[in-house]
T-cell receptor
């Protein structure tokens, strides 16, 4: 199937390490979203790309978080100097239209579970 | 106060009953509303969306929206054990969706 894929599915990092999480959206999808989901909570918005442009990064919790989508397809979320509070599931979602479209169904990838020791 | 509020549950209903899930939101300018189902350890999957006041039906699922009351609900008729999951309400604003923390539903055989 040609759904959203994410890698790695699981990542264990020691506190202070840098990590990079990859998202492959559905081909042709304009919008790409990153969310952080802590246990027992809903997904929290991190950042949004429309094609290669990062239009909203208001949800990134600190300057240790950085995301890019240089060619408008694959995206990478990088976390520098990881902390224990960064432990969560990181979800990527893509949608066909730009986010200003009200009917913009988001298709989620399986997520990357990050554990920081 | 969170922008999107849901009762965390757990909500337990017997098989065959109607499950009613509720969501309120704070941004009166919100335009579209989504219900996602999330099984434990899995990613959210869309059940349905609604953007006009009133009811929208899709099989066993009915979404209800009341913008004046800033309230959206999901009814699941003839609940099945396979419906046991966490149901997330999401509200679309400009460039992002805001999710509630979800309601956990258990359907008992």
């Amino acid at each position: 199937g040609a759904g959203v894929s994410q890698s790695p599915r699981y990542k264990v990092a020691k506190r202070g390490q840098d990590v990079a999480l990859r998202c492959d959206p559905i081909s042709g999808h304009v919008s790409l979203f990153w969310y952080q989901q802590a246990l027992g909570q809903g997904p929290e918005f991190l950042t949004y790309f429309q094609n290669e442009a990062q239009l909203d990064k208001s949800g990134l919790p600190s300057d240790r978080f950085f995301a890019e989508r240089p060619e408008g397809s694959v995206s990478t979320l990088k976390i520098q100097r990881t902390q224990q509070e960064d432990s969560a599931v990181y979800l990527c979602a893509s949608s066909l239209y730009g986010a200003s479209n009200n009917y913009n169904e988001q298709f989620f990838g399986p997520g990357t579970r990050l554990t920081v020791l | 106060q969170k922008e999107v509020e849901q009762n965390s549950g757990p909500l337990s209903v017997p098989e065959g009953a109607i499950a009613s899930l509720n969501c309120t939101y704070s941004d009166r300018g919100s335009q579209s509303f989504f219900w996602y189902r999330q099984y434990s350890g899995k990613s959210p999957e869309l059940i349905m969306f609604i953007y006009s006041n009133g009811d929208k039906e899709d099989g066993r699922f009915t979404a209800q929206l009341n913008k004046a009351s800033q309230y959206v609900s999901l009814l699941i008729r003839d609940s099945q054990p396979s419906d046991s999951a966490t149901y997330l309400c999401a509200v679309n604003g400009w460039e992002k969706s805001t999710f509630g923390d979800g309601t956990t539903l258990t359907v008992k055989p």
